[in-house]
């Protein structure tokens, strides 16, 4: 049997196709399997995965030992496209999602890669009972293959900026217009009152009579060099993942909490926040003096240097940097590396990856082209920091 990873990789498979005609129309002929269940809808430029990964450890955590299953459908994936789909945590075996992959691909040709991940996350959780189902839009929302789901409990819209314009808009309030696309009619919807494009993302949940809940920064985080913190109504809690950040990400989850049918004890909600894990997402190693990060846009490497600034002021710095080619790369180094900072720029294995050529020549002047990263990583006594493509995350640091 062909793998699922060489089926969703193939030139007939592997481009963006956005519209819900294609998926709809396969979900139909296979009598809808996403209407067995209830969705949490997250959208959003920056921050929806971390989304996604904490209610989905809050989640785990409160129906642990009970008849209840959760699934997660998140990308883009580091090292395998099992990690996209899970329950329970867990993710789908490789053998299974070979299985679907191929079914639905020989049965409707035309559905492009992320359009077959989708109906196999939504096959996979209807044979493993799921319940409620986090889903993470893709890109953009309105015509994101996710967005098929009919009503959900609740839909969340995270932080917005300029990404993927070609497909999105070249405003904010297009942009915010699309993400603003998975509100459902009389359903709740939950977003930050400073996100970007508010004024449109609320206009669009009135004219479909859908409760907007807006969250402020009334949660602050606490990192003091090694252990992080979040404090929720002035209460102190363990919290795994780092930058401030966070902060809208968590205010955004709480708040969403609050609309579903169920009601989640404070305890499940500390538990959960100290074990929540979003690999690559400001992942820090004290002991090895490396930061993993996975920014990868010009609002994200904003958020990075930040985070450096903040708690890494007087650190002499080694960047090891990698990104595809349709990204605003140089608003992102210009923002990433300050005066005595170290630049090395790793040309990694991917289509469309960015080229050492392509780069602006004041930026090829302090740059240094890399093809061994883990040498500079493991020989520099700076602090390494590690940021980028996803893929190129996934590419440098796979365990196979």
Same mark, same amino acid.
């Given at each position: 049997m062909k793998s699922a990873e060489s089926i969703l990789t193939s030139a007939g498979k592997f481009h963006i196709k956005l519209g819900l005609e294609r998926v709809q129309d396969a979900l139909d002929k296979l009598n809808n399997p996403q209407d067995n269940m209830e969705f949490i809808h997250v959208a959003g430029t920056n921050g929806k995965g971390s989304i996604c990964a904490i209610l989905n450890e809050i989640l785990c955590e409160?129906?642990?030992?009970?008849?209840?299953?959760? &699934?997660?459908?998140?990308?883009?994936?580091?090292?395998?496209?099992c990690e996209r789909i899970k329950v329970n945590n867990i993710c789908i075996c490789q053998n299974e999602l070979d299985s679907y992959v191929k079914k639905i691909s020989d049965l409707f040709c035309e559905l492009t890669e992320f359009e077959i991940l989708t109906v196999a996350a939504f096959l996979y959780f209807k044979e493993r009972n799921v319940k409620y189902a986090i889903m993470e839009v893709g890109l953009g929302g309105m015509f994101d293959s996710t967005n098929v789901i009919k009503a959900p409990l609740c839909s969340v819209i995270s932080t917005i900026d300029f990404d993927h314009t070609a497909r999105l808009g070249n405003t904010i309030d297009e942009i915010a217009y699309q993400k603003a696309g998975i509100i459902k009619k009389n359903c709740p919807v939950v977003v930050g009152c400073d996100n970007k494009g508010y004024e449109v993302i609320?206009?669009?949940?009135?004219?479909?009579?859908?409760?907007?809940? @807006?969250?402020?920064?009334?949660?602050?985080?606490?990192?003091?060099?090694?252990?992080?913190?979040?404090?929720?109504?002035?209460?102190?809690?363990?919290?795994?993942?780092?930058?401030?950040?966070?902060?809208?990400?968590?205010?955004?989850?709480?708040?969403?909490?609050?609309?579903?049918?169920?009601?989640?004890?404070?305890?499940?909600?500390? @538990?959960?926040?100290?074990?929540?894990?979003?690999?690559?997402?400001?992942?820090?190693?004290?002991?090895?003096?490396?930061?993993?990060?996975?920014?990868?846009?010009?609002?994200?490497?904003?958020?990075?240097?930040?985070?450096?600034?903040?708690?890494?002021?007087?650190?002499?710095?080694?960047?090891?940097?990698?990104?595809?080619?349709?990204?605003?790369?140089?608003?992102?180094?210009?923002?990433?590396?300050?005066?005595?900072?170290?630049?090395?720029?790793?040309?990694?294995?991917?289509?469309?990856?960015?080229?050492?050529?392509?780069?602006?020549?004041?930026?090829?002047?302090?740059?240094?082209? @890399?093809?061994?990263?883990?040498?500079?990583?493991?020989? @520099?006594?700076?602090?390494?920091?590690?940021? &980028?493509?996803?893929?190129?995350? &996934?590419?440098?640091?796979?365990?196979?």
């Amino acid at each position: 049997m062909k793998s699922a990873e060489s089926i969703l990789t193939s030139a007939g498979k592997f481009h963006i196709k956005l519209g819900l005609e294609r998926v709809q129309d396969a979900l139909d002929k296979l009598n809808n399997p996403q209407d067995n269940m209830e969705f949490i809808h997250v959208a959003g430029t920056n921050g929806k995965g971390s989304i996604c990964a904490i209610l989905n450890e809050i989640l785990c955590e409160n129906f642990k030992g009970k008849d209840v299953n959760i &699934g997660l459908f998140t990308s883009p994936h580091l090292f395998s496209y099992c990690e996209r789909i899970k329950v329970n945590n867990i993710c789908i075996c490789q053998n299974e999602l070979d299985s679907y992959v191929k079914k639905i691909s020989d049965l409707f040709c035309e559905l492009t890669e992320f359009e077959i991940l989708t109906v196999a996350a939504f096959l996979y959780f209807k044979e493993r009972n799921v319940k409620y189902a986090i889903m993470e839009v893709g890109l953009g929302g309105m015509f994101d293959s996710t967005n098929v789901i009919k009503a959900p409990l609740c839909s969340v819209i995270s932080t917005i900026d300029f990404d993927h314009t070609a497909r999105l808009g070249n405003t904010i309030d297009e942009i915010a217009y699309q993400k603003a696309g998975i509100i459902k009619k009389n359903c709740p919807v939950v977003v930050g009152c400073d996100n970007k494009g508010y004024e449109v993302i609320k206009k669009y949940a009135d004219d479909f009579k859908s409760p907007l809940f @807006t969250v402020d920064d009334n949660i602050k985080t606490e990192f003091d060099g090694k252990n992080n913190f979040a404090y929720i109504n002035n209460e102190k809690y363990e919290f795994s993942l780092l930058g401030k950040h966070q902060q809208k990400n968590l205010s955004c989850v709480l708040e969403a909490l609050e609309h579903l049918p169920f009601k989640i004890d404070k305890d499940v909600i500390k @538990t959960a926040l100290k074990n929540v894990r979003w690999k690559f997402r400001l992942e820090y190693d004290a002991d090895k003096k490396l930061l993993i990060d996975g920014a990868h846009n010009p609002s994200g490497i904003k958020v990075l240097r930040e985070f450096l600034d903040e708690n890494f002021k007087d650190e002499k710095k080694a960047f090891v940097f990698g990104c595809l080619n349709n990204k605003d790369y140089e608003t992102m180094l210009n923002t990433l590396v300050a005066e005595g900072d170290e630049l090395y720029f790793y040309e990694f294995n991917y289509p469309c990856a960015l080229k050492f050529s392509e780069l602006p020549q004041n930026i090829r002047k302090i740059a240094k082209q @890399t093809q061994n990263p883990l040498e500079i990583i493991n020989s @520099t006594k700076n602090l390494k920091i590690v940021c &980028g493509s996803l893929y190129m995350l &996934g590419n440098l640091f796979n365990p196979r």
